[in-house]
């Protein structure tokens, strides 16, 4: 089956399903803020409307300048992308015929965009980085490794000294750690790595400002790396590769503190009734700390079944095909409002009893 790459867009998993596509349904499959945009963000939309007339700051700077004050580094260590798809995408291209090692199960995009330029993909689990002595052998031929965490898509987050042993181990051999951090905004203690960035010249953090304000057709995402390593990359990046309202809203959602915070309590309490509801009614659930965890019922192996029920009543989730090591045994779910997260519950209900 041609099953899609992405979440979002539910038209095209009801092509793959053969399933009429209906005018009413709930989108699980896109892990963005089930509050919505903010209205501080949807003002500023408004009022930088006419800056669309002129050519944007090719730089970035004032927003550039913003991230680094934040995360306490240098400027010139900061890339802005258009979405860190963009970065991605450029980092594939900075790696072009390297040897790149990938933790699975993991966002696709990192394996894409190697293969697209003839890297050398090999893969780990997660689970290997537990016990990383065979893992870290291999840093000698190897050039990167992708690291997603929070992970996507089962929301769990690595032990920290896990990720310090890999980050000592990379560094002997050069081997640069790029960790997506796409999600660690929807964490409660908001742990990141980036404050490391000034002991490993080898560490790229990867990071999207879509997800937490709900922005993802503007598409805005940004990267944190030792300067030099910067400009690199930068000389992948088209000319003016972030617009005018993108960068306005760029500085604007690093301000929104409060709105962060309503956000995690939200995710928070939804995320006890969910898992709730599913211990009390045999489903398994991913042990994740964000805003999407991984659902099975444990009476199938694949899902399938489930998925197409489910759809079919208007709730789509995110199919796992192409997630290597989850091969359709999983279907994974955003944590959207308490209305959309009822109607879940009722429908996984009435699956329960007809079978």
């Known amino acids: 089956m041609n099953w899609p790459k992405h979440g979002s867009n539910p038209q095209f998993l009801y092509r793959a399903l053969n399933q009429e596509y209906p005018s009413n349904f709930i989108d699980f499959s896109t892990n963005i803020n089930p509050l919505g945009m903010p209205e501080e963000i949807r003002n500023e939309l408004i009022i930088g409307i006419d800056e669309l007339e002129h050519y944007p700051d090719s730089t970035g700077i004032e927003l550039k300048n913003e991230i680094a004050k934040k995360e306490n580094i240098a400027t010139e260590g900061v890339l802005l ?23 699975q ?20 689990s997660l689970d290997e980085l537990e016990t990383p002595s065979n893992v870290f052998e291999r840093f000698h031929s190897v050039r990167a490794i ?30 640069y750690v790029i960790i997506d951090e796409a999600f660690y905004d929807f964490l409660e203690d908001e742990h990141t790595y980036s404050i490391y960035l000034h002991e490993y010249s080898n560490l790229i953090i990867l990071r999207s400002l879509t997800k937490m304000y709900a922005i993802a057709g503007l598409r805005l995402g940004y990267a944190l790396m030792e ?17 005018s309202l993108a960068l306005r809203t760029g500085r604007i959602a690093l301000t929104l503190d409060e ?21 009390q009614n045999g489903y398994q659930y991913s042990l994740s700390r964000v805003n999407y965890y991984l659902l099975r019922d444990p009476s199938m192996d694949e899902q399938t079944e489930l998925l197409n029920y489910l759809t ?7 199919h796992t095909f ?34």
């Not at 690199?232 to 590769?241: E, I, R, V, Y």
């Not at 956000?263 to 599913?278: D, N, P, V």
């Open 81 to 103: 992308g258009n979405g860190a798809a963009e970065i991605i995408t450029i980092i594939g291209r900075w790696l072009q015929g390297e040897q790149v090692l990938i933790c």
């Open 105 to 124: 199960p993991t966002f696709s995009e990192y394996e894409a965009s190697c293969l697209q330029n003839q890297c050398l993909v090999e893969y780990i």
């Open 146 to 175: 992708f690291l997603c965490n929070p992970n996507n898509p089962t929301g769990e987050v690595l032990e920290k000294d896990i990720i310090l042993n890999l980050l000592r181990e990379a560094k002997k051999t050069s081997t």
């Open 227 to 243: 300067g030099n390593l910067q400009e690199k990359l930068s000389a992948f990046l088209p000319h003016w590769n972030v617009n």
């Open 259 to 279: 709105f962060t915070e309503e956000t995690r309590k939200h995710i928070l309490k939804e995320k006890k009734r969910l898992f709730y509801y599913f211990d």
């Open 312 to 318: 079919a009543q208007g709730i789509v989730p995110r």
């Open 322 to 355: 192409n997630f290597p090591g989850l091969n359709g045994r999983w279907l994974r779910f955003a944590i959207k409002t308490e209305s959309e997260n009822n109607r879940l519950m009722e429908v996984l209900q009435t699956w329960k009893d007809r079978r």
